[in-house]
């Protein structure tokens, strides 16, 4: 069974602050992780994507991979309300297909002016 | 700067009916994978598909669902004699190849209500 598990929330943090977010996969051969948002009735969104361990930084945004821990977050700096969405952990499998990703349910944050 | 486009967005049917949902790659993509996502559940991978062959049909359920990619047209993603548990939206994606970097780019997703 190859579950990918992540805090279901709501996550409520106020403008400005950090938001963590945080996913566990099952299976050790996972070989990419991915995050994507979401919004209420709309598709998801690519945000980071991390193939090894360690972080990476874009914008506001920080993903962290530990292999080892089979973890792998979001941290999102000087949160704004436009960050207020569902946030989807996905991963996918060595030797599968690209497109073949395993989600988790979602966090919902909220970010409150 | 056409992405994934899918249609009908918003599909109601009766039980029993058929639901069709259509799904066009991003231009230049060939690969299509259709996901669901049920209410409170997390999208659930259900067929991947290049221009008229099914690659990986290993989330669909078996019966009732099948999927196509012509060598003409959008794919579609076919539900026969629908069923309430059926209502969901419905994701389609597409990548440029199966390389290690592409990314997979979701359409907007088709809601189908079964009442």
């Known amino acids: 069974q190859k579950e990918v598990e992540q805090n279901s929330g709501p996550l409520s943090v106020p403008e400005g602050a950090i938001a963590s977010l945080n996913c566990t996969y099952s299976?050790?051969?996972?070989?990419?992780f991915f995050w994507y948002r979401q919004y209420s009735g709309k598709s998801p969104e690519l945000i980071m994507s991390?193939?090894?361990?360690g972080d990476k930084e874009d914008g506001r945004f920080t993903a962290q991979l530990n292999k080892a821990s089979q973890y792998v977050s979001l941290l999102i700096r000087d949160s704004q309300p436009s960050d207020s969405a569902t946030y989807l952990c996905?991963?996918?499998?060595?030797?599968?297909?690209?497109?073949?990703?395993?989600f988790g349910r979602g966090t919902q944050l909220t970010v409150w002016p | 700067n056409a992405g994934v486009m899918q249609n009908p967005r918003h599909l109601v049917r009766r039980r029993g009916q058929e639901a069709r949902l259509r799904c066009s790659p991003m231009?230049?993509?060939?690969?299509v994978y259709w996901y669901r996502q049920l209410p409170e559940e997390g999208l659930k991978f259900m067929v991947y598909?290049?221009?008229?062959?099914?690659?990986?049909e290993s989330g669909m359920p078996k019966e009732r669902f099948s999927a196509e990619f012509p060598k003409e047209g959008p794919s579609i993603l076919r539900i026969q004699q629908v069923v309430r548990g059926d209502s969901a939206a419905y994701f389609c994606?597409?990548?440029?190849?199966?390389?290690?970097?592409?990314?997979?780019?979701f359409g907007e997703g088709s809601w189908l209500t079964v009442v």
């Open positions: 994606a597409s990548s440029l190849s199966q390389g290690n970097g592409n990314t997979i780019y």
């Open positions: 299976d050790r051969g996972s070989q990419s």
């Open positions: 991390i193939y090894s361990n």
């Open positions: 996905a991963v996918n499998i060595r030797g599968s297909t690209l497109g073949r990703l395993y």
């Open positions: 231009k230049g993509h060939s690969h």
């Open positions: 598909l290049q221009k008229e062959n099914i690659i990986d």
